[in-house]
């Protein structure tokens, strides 16, 4: 045949090409199913994952399950030595409550069962010192705070008070800072409240092991003060023969502020802490691009895998905190794309990146991990595209916020408006006072001098409690923005130039720290 005969088929046959392309498209879209979202935010907000606290035995569950389907997909891994899970360390910390006390005179007050840290990492210190009685509600007067001054301040409350609301932690916050040596609250809670509070405050406090947080030295502060509750009954033992009436304390507990200074009973504070080490998990999954020169960049999809644990009991008594819109909605609809991606004959031109990180709600640590020590070059992730929470709020409506700091805005307009069979449209941030843009893993990667979209639903009253459970997610609406974002990676990942910045968005946000 000819050249130009052969030229003039080509042309013929590129519209059938492109046809079977779109349809092959189109068919991994529909793999992106509302029966299939939810089953995925089921298994990850189940129960039996208590929370997917960071670290815990839920988390590494939750790991150890999306890394299989990763698996299954036929994804490879993305972590060191090609496996799946990358794992960060973090350090704890816990009350060594053999060798931590109160003693008051001949009485020593144990902490568990006389004593609770009131909130915080344990710090190590001794304070001795003589007790100062406070009771009654207000702010301290001039005289008050120069007699709790140096003294161990024991706040007296009313009968029954056993919550600690906003003016008792604002009055223990001002004896603080009048210099007392420590704050202890009292409470009158009966035993399984007082044994409830017990398994939550001394449960070892965790931090990143890295960085200017992690790595601590010994935990000895120069500013030792640490704030207590302390049993009523156990405070009028240390005080029996004192001549000291805590009943009539208590009873004029909603008065004017007193202090009674008890200058006869020298008191010692100790406490020594245990500490450890531990990891958490991210999972990371690749599927290699088909383009020989743009295969070794990579469009990031990321979401986390994590939430708070189990926490205070609500009012139905659940106190697991399933976090089934943040973010096992998100988590889920990255898994969503990635098995639609996986699905297609040709893959995208450029590679695809799927991380899904832990430690979100502890402050960003699994991603901050990643973005410090990635297991792929940094300047090689031409985009981001985070979903954090996604379930939940509008049917036809999802904020993507970061649309104005790059080209990637454009790109999404492009692709929302030429898929309208989504039904899904993506706004700008409607509550930038809330400065969400630095409050999901995609900042990590920001900073980086990724370009980011977020793809968010805003919170609603289920938020951080036991209610954002399985059966509240919209998984119809929630498969949608995953269609969406299974759209919009394509056209990243099938464009001539990797997307770019708006250089005074860059010049703020991008930081080599």
Request: hydrophobic fraction near 40%; aromatic fraction near 6%.
């Amino acid at each position: 045949m000819k050249r130009s005969g052969l030229a003039a088929l080509v042309l013929a046959l590129l519209p059938s090409v492109a046809t079977a392309q779109h349809e092959a498209l189109e068919a991994g879209a529909r793999t992106i199913s509302q029966a299939d979202f939810a089953w995925r935010v089921g298994v990850m907000a189940h129960d039996s994952m208590q929370g997917r606290g960071t670290p815990s035995t839920g988390l590494d569950m939750t790991a150890e399950w999306i890394a299989s389907e990763f698996r299954r997909l036929g994804l490879r891994g993305g972590a060191e030595g090609g496996g799946f899970v990358q794992r960060y360390p973090l350090e704890t910390r816990e009350l060594d409550t053999d060798r931590s006390a109160f003693a008051a005179g001949a009485a020593r007050l144990a902490f568990g069962a006389d004593l609770l840290p009131l909130f915080g990492s344990v710090e190590e210190g001794v304070a001795a010192g003589e007790i100062a009685l406070v009771s009654g509600s207000g702010g301290l007067g001039r005289a008050a705070r120069r007699s709790v001054r140096g003294r161990h301040a024991v706040l007296v409350r009313a009968a029954g008070t056993n919550e600690m609301d906003r003016a008792t932690y604002r009055l223990a916050g001002e004896l603080r800072s009048a210099g007392a040596l420590s704050v202890l609250v009292t409470s009158d809670a009966d035993e399984e409240a007082w044994n409830a509070d017990a398994a939550r405050a001394l449960r070892p406090s965790v931090t990143k092991g890295w960085g200017a947080d992690g790595a601590r030295d010994s935990g000895r502060s120069a500013d030792f003060r640490p704030m207590l509750q302390i049993r009523t009954a156990s405070l009028e033992r240390a005080l029996a023969g004192r001549g000291v009436d805590i009943r009539a304390l208590v009873a004029r507990a909603r008065e004017g502020i007193e202090v009674l200074a008890v200058t006869d009973l020298p008191a010692t504070l100790i406490q020594r802490a245990r500490k450890g080490s531990a990891t958490a998990p991210n999972v990371i999954g690749i599927l290699d691009g088909s383009d020989p020169d743009l295969r070794n960049e990579y469009v990031v999809y990321s979401g986390h895998m994590d939430h708070v644990g189990v926490g205070a009991p609500d009012e139905s008594g659940d106190s697991i905190y399933n976090g089934a819109d943040d973010d096992a909605s998100g988590t889920a609809a990255v898994i969503e794309v990635a098995e639609a991606l996986a699905s297609l004959d040709a893959a995208p031109r450029r590679s695809m990146l799927f991380v899904i990180v832990s430690g979100e709600e502890q402050g960003l640590w699994g991603s901050e991990w990643f973005s410090e020590n990635p297991t792929l070059p940094l300047s090689a992730m031409v985009a981001n595209l985070n979903a954090d929470m996604v379930g939940r709020n509008w049917p036809d409506t999802i904020v993507a916020i970061g649309k104005e700091h790059s080209d990637l805005g454009a790109t999404l307009e492009r692709v929302n408006a030429a898929h309208p069979e989504v039904g899904m449209t993506a706004i700008d941030d409607l509550w930038p006072e809330e400065r969400f843009y630095f409050r999901s893993d995609h900042f990590n990667f920001a900073r980086k001098g990724v370009p980011i979209l977020f793809f968010f639903n805003g919170t609603h009253e289920d938020y951080h409690r036991p209610s954002d459970e399985p059966d509240r997610i919209d998984g119809e609406k929630a498969a949608r923005i995953a269609q969406l974002l299974y759209w919009l990676g394509i056209e990243i990942a099938n464009a001539p130039e990797r997307p770019k910045w708006n250089p005074e968005s860059y010049a703020r946000i991008v930081s080599e720290r």
